[in-house]
């Protein structure tokens, strides 16, 4: 890559003033990222509108999470174990690494290592790291895990996107007809899709399992082709009008305004054994 220029990024306070990357291409795309959590707040492909979701009503303080964008799942998703839900990785500060320019892609990285706070709660040695790289009309965000330490340890990891819709009623997702999911509000019971296209009305919340690497969502007459490698799962989400209620860091109508379609790895956990390195990346691209 060609050397870090002024021009790619700035760094400055955001919501709460918690220190935010705007990261800029060439071509004029821009991603936002908070060093809290390493969590991508915003997407504008070059000559376009911005493509995440964030809650107005999002708490941006340390150690909450923040409501929307793209927040970073690891090492346990959901409440599927002993930690905080969905783990600490999007609560914790991240350490910004710089960002580069090569051809039409700026990237920023970012990075964080087990500390005593981490070994209080998940006791591993570890060593993660966050890319983000964005130009002409696509996104792609690549996480790496390395296991720094003596002993092999295991993980679930997601990437958690909110993709923002005009209308929730003419929104779907292609290409998980016939797959095998696990419906997560009836408590995780394994069902196979029927429907070619994936409508949303009322709570939903499945966990595919084995997923394609390819999916697109369908937004009236915009559309995300949403790829993914590494990751074995795919986790489509929205809380619908009644569980939406439960959420203090949503107003009441935002399930309207997206979708969450997720890069996972949670059905078999990785395991990863001292010395060795997982990489999983999640791209959308409109």
């Given at each position: 890559?060609?050397?870090?220029?002024?021009?790619?990024?700035?760094?400055?306070?955001?919501?709460?003033?918690?220190?935010?990357?705007?990261?800029?291409?060439?071509?004029?795309?821009?991603?936002?990222?908070?060093?809290?959590?390493?969590?991508?707040?915003?997407?504008?492909?070059?000559?376009?509108?911005?493509?995440?979701?964030?809650?107005?009503?999002?708490?941006?303080?340390?150690?909450?999470?923040?409501?929307?964008?793209?927040?970073?799942?690891?090492?346990?998703?959901?409440?599927?174990?002993?930690?905080?839900?969905?783990?600490?990785?999007?609560?914790?500060?991240?350490?910004?690494?710089?960002?580069?320019?090569?051809?039409?892609?700026?990237?920023?990285?970012?990075?964080?290592?087990?500390?005593?706070?981490?070994?209080?709660?998940?006791?591993?040695?570890?060593?993660?790291?966050?890319?983000?790289?964005?130009g002409g009309n696509g996104?792609?965000?690549?996480?790496?895990?390395?296991?720094?330490?003596?002993?092999?340890?295991?993980?679930?990891t997601a990437l958690h996107?909110?993709?923002?819709?005009?209308?929730?009623?003419?929104?779907?997702?292609?290409?998980?007809?016939?797959?095998?999911?696990?419906?997560?509000?009836?408590?995780?019971?394994?069902?196979?899709?029927?429907?070619?296209?994936?409508?949303?009305?009322?709570?939903?919340?499945?966990?595919?399992?084995?997923?394609?690497?390819?999916?697109q969502l369908f937004d009236?007459?915009?559309?995300?082709?949403?790829?993914?490698?590494?990751?074995?799962?795919?986790?489509?989400?929205?809380?619908?009008?009644?569980?939406?209620?439960?959420?203090?860091?949503?107003?009441?109508?935002?399930?309207?305004?997206?979708?969450?379609?997720?890069?996972?790895?949670?059905?078999?956990?990785?395991?990863?054994?001292?010395?060795?390195?997982?990489?999983?990346?999640?791209?959308?691209?409109?």
């Open positions: 890559m060609d050397q870090t220029t002024p021009s790619s990024f700035t760094l400055a306070p955001g919501e709460g003033d918690l220190p935010k990357i705007t990261l800029t291409a060439p071509d004029g795309a821009q991603a936002e990222i908070y060093l809290h959590g390493a969590h991508v707040a915003s997407w504008a492909p070059a000559n376009d509108t911005e493509r995440l979701f964030m809650s107005e009503a999002s708490a941006f303080s340390a150690g909450a999470p923040i409501r929307g964008g793209i927040p970073l799942v690891f090492p346990q998703f959901g409440a599927n174990g002993p930690l905080p839900n969905h783990g600490f990785a999007r609560i914790l500060p991240w350490e910004f690494l710089g960002a580069q320019v090569a051809g039409n892609t700026a990237t920023a990285i970012f990075h964080l290592v087990d500390s005593p706070e981490t070994r209080a709660l998940w006791d591993h040695a570890f060593a993660a790291e966050l890319s983000v790289a964005v996104l792609s965000v690549t996480l790496e895990i390395d296991n720094t330490g003596h002993e092999p340890f295991s993980f679930t996107t909110y993709l923002r819709v005009a209308d929730l009623a003419e929104t779907y997702v292609q290409g998980l007809g016939d797959r095998t999911y696990r419906d997560l509000p009836a408590g995780g019971i394994e069902a196979v899709q029927a429907e070619p296209l994936l409508r949303f009305e009322g709570e939903l919340g499945r966990l595919y399992l084995g997923a394609p690497a390819e999916l009236g007459e915009r559309t995300v082709l949403i790829r993914h490698a590494g990751f074995t799962d795919t986790v489509v989400w929205n809380p619908g009008a009644q569980k939406s209620l439960t959420f203090p860091d949503l107003k009441p109508d935002d399930y309207l305004h997206y979708v969450c379609v997720e890069g996972a790895t949670v059905g078999t956990p990785v395991v990863l054994a001292p010395g060795e390195r997982w990489l999983g990346s999640q791209s959308l691209l409109v």
